[in-house]
Structures are given as structure tokens and as C-alpha cells.
T-cell receptor
Framework: DAMVIQNPRYQVTQFGKPVTLSCSQT?????MYWYQQKSSQAPKLLFH???????NEADTPDNFQSRRPNTSFCFLDIRSPGLGDAAMYLC??????????FGSGTRLTVV | GQQLNQSPQSMFIQEGEDVSMNCTSSSIFNTWLWYKQDPGEGPVLLIALYKAGELTSNGRLTAQFGITRKDSFLNISASIPSDVGIYFCAGGPLAAGTSYGKLTFGQGTILTVHP
């Protein structure tokens, strides 16, 4: 089945140690999004790619970066994770007339 | 910026009861989406609405896109224990036939179903 896959499901990283989360999709959607979701809160958009065009939200910290090497893959890089960055990170895609599809998320723990 | 007010924040119901939750906005949306999120999982789309006045069902779930395009509701009939989770509404500029648009999420409704 076509889907959005996030790896890993659970990630533990040390305070200040760079970490990368990955997302892949088989839907051939041209837009990919990264959301941060803290406990019992609504997802918060960090940035998105429209094809190769990167669009950052105004309030996304510089600590968060993203790469999209091709249509299928998108990465979230956290350069120096702090305790406040512990959250669920959700990848989503959208395509022509297809609406949004979310991955299962990566739960990040910072120790 | 756009904001969605989702209510109620939480619900505690008995199995078999019907459930209703809604979202309102001060802004117009072209799309209303309803998601369910289980603990530790990503949101799963329940119903997508693209047209004002649209009433759509998915099994025991029914959702409507308000005529004013500023509100939507979700009803769950005859609730069962597996309905437990967090339900989010989301509004977006995404129109049927397009591929792009940022979602604005409601705060979520936490549903607990007692057997």
C-alpha cells in the first residue's frame, strides 16, 4: 500500500547531539511537511517542501533544518537538541486532489 | 493568524452512546479534515470535507462542512471502546483538485469510552 513511513519510530538522543529523522513516501506527492507535536497538543507545522522549494515557518527555531534529496525522501535535522525539543515529529504529504497523509511519527526523547 | 476552536476538550461516555464534537473558526476554510490519533501514533484521516454544506459518513462517523465554511462537526454513533483517542479537526485552504495548503489544527478532543 502507498504510504508515508517514518524512521525510527522511537529515537533517544543526548542533549546537544545532532539527530536526523527520516520520512519516505510511496505516494508520489509533491508536498512534504514536518510537524512537531508535544503531549496532548495539536501538531505544529515546522516547515514544508513544495517540490524542491523549502518553506520555513516564521517561528521555527534555527536549530531545525530539513533536506529533501528527492521526491520520496525528506529529513528533519535537529542540530543541537534541547530538552524542550522532546516531542513527536510527524511527517505528512499532500498531492493533487489527495489531501493529507500522515506518517506514524517519530517519538524523540532527549536525555 | 487563523485559529480553530475545538470543543469539547474532553468527553467521558459510556459504550453505546453517541458523541458529537465541533470546530469553529473566525476564518473561512476550503477544506475540513477530521483525524483520530491513538497514543504514540500519527493522526489517521477519518473524513475529508471539501464543499460547504457537505455531509459525509464513514461507517459510524458523520461529519459536516458548515455552510458558512467557518465550522464543522463530527458525530460518532454507538460508540465502542476502540473509539478512544484524540480527535483533531483541521482546516485548510486545500481545495479538491489542488495539492497544497497548510493545515490549521484544533486543540483536540480527548474521548474516553467506558465499557
Amino acid at each position: 500500500d502507498a504510504m508515508v513511513i517514518q524512521n525510527p519510530r522511537y529515537q533517544v538522543t543526548q542533549f546537544g547531539k545532532p539527530v536526523t529523522l527520516s520520512c519516505s513516501q510511496t505516494l508520489n506527492h509533491n508536498v512534504m511537511y514536518w510537524y512537531q507535536q508535544k503531549s496532548s497538543q495539536a501538531p505544529k507545522l515546522l516547515f514544508h517542501y513544495y517540490d524542491k522549494d523549502f518553506n520555513n515557518e516564521a517561528d521555527t527555531p534555527d536549530n531545525f533544518q530539513s533536506r529533501r534529496p528527492n521526491t520520496s525522501f525528506c529529513f528533519l535535522d535537529i542540530r543541537s537538541p534541547g530538552l524542550g525539543d522532546a516531542a513527536m515529529y510527524l511527517c505528512a504529504t499532500s498531492g493533487q486532489g489527495k489531501g493529507y497523509t500522515f506518517g506514524s511519527g517519530t517519538r524523540l526523547t532527549v536525555v | 493568524g487563523q485559529q480553530l476552536n475545538q470543543s469539547p476538550q474532553s468527553m467521558f461516555i459510556q459504550e453505546g452512546e453517541d458523541v458529537s464534537m465541533n470546530c469553529t473558526s473566525s476564518s473561512i476554510f476550503n477544506t475540513w479534515l477530521w483525524y483520530k490519533q491513538d497514543p504514540g501514533e500519527g493522526p489517521v484521516l477519518l473524513i475529508a470535507l471539501y464543499k460547504a454544506g457537505e455531509l459525509t459518513s464513514n461507517g459510524r462517523l458523520t461529519a459536516q462542512f458548515g455552510i458558512t465554511r467557518k465550522d464543522s462537526f463530527l458525530n460518532i454513533s454507538a460508540s465502542i471502546p476502540s473509539d478512544v483517542g484524540i480527535y483533531f479537526c483541521a482546516g485548510g485552504p486545500l481545495a479538491a483538485g489542488t495539492s497544497y495548503g497548510k493545515l490549521t489544527f484544533g486543540q483536540g478532543t480527548i474521548l474516553t469510552v467506558h465499557p
